[in-house]
T-cell receptor, first 118, second 112 residues
């Protein structure tokens, strides 16, 4: 069975601090995808990144960066120089390839509430 | 370019009533998903369609829940004989094959 664990329930930082959100996953498959979504107070989930299990290169997009380590089954997310607008709940998610149905349902972690204070 | 839309955004109903939600996916997306999110939790998968075919259902989807996607376009999720435990945010998402899923704003259901 697949599982995603986000051990940090809440994180509070001061603006301009760097913050890392942890994500650990469990899966039986060798082929899978990992995702991060942001859910601001408005409630709509916003897609941030999708990573293939074969691609362990770290990725940087502006102030966001992701560290994928297959050896530790982790896919951590770092926000550099945080801003108040980064305040949201962040979800890590996993999808396996369901070969019979070719499905790709997401299994989400419980989320990390990030609060960035001015 | 419009994103995923859901209607209604909020629904208050009395226990025992039936409710129906609608989701309009991004037009070129062939896959449509329904998830349920309760307060303080991550979304949980309910069911998914590839075009008009419903290919997977979670065991969370009891017999009181039914979903359709006629003609492979919009989808409806119906809950019959609602219970207080059905109170949640119902999220719809769409994707092109197994690429990233884009979510709608959700329908918040309150069962009194």
């Amino acid at each position: 069975a697949q599982k995603v664990t986000q051990a940090q329930t809440e994180i509070s930082v001061v603006e301009k601090e760097d913050v890392t959100l942890d994500c650990v996953y469990e899966t039986r498959d060798t082929t899978y995808y990992l995702f991060w979504y942001k859910q601001p107070p408005s409630g709509e989930l916003v897609f941030l990144i999708r990573r293939n299990s074969f691609d362990e290169q770290n990725e940087i997009s502006g102030r966001y960066s992701w560290n994928f380590q297959k050896s530790t089954s982790s896919f951590n997310f770092t926000i550099t120089a945080s801003q108040v607008v980064d305040s949201a709940v962040y979800f890590c998610a996993l999808s396996e390839l369901e070969w019979e149905t070719s499905g790709s349902r997401l299994t989400f972690g419980e989320g990390t509430q990030l609060t960035v204070n001015p | 370019d419009t994103g995923v839309s859901q209607d209604p955004r909020h629904k208050i109903t009395k226990r025992g009533q039936n409710v129906t939600f609608r989701c309009d996916p991004i037009s070129e997306h062939n896959r449509l998903y329904w998830y349920r999110q309760t307060l303080g939790q991550g979304p949980e998968f309910l069911t998914y369609f590839q075009n008009e075919a419903q290919l997977e259902k979670s065991r969370l989807l009891s017999d009181r829940f039914s979903a359709e996607r006629p003609k492979g376009s919009f989808s409806t999720l119906e809950i019959q004989r609602t219970e207080q435990g059905d109170s949640a945010m119902y999220l719809c998402a769409s994707s092109l094959w197994s690429y990233e899923q884009y979510f709608g704003p959700g329908t918040r259901l309150t069962v009194t």
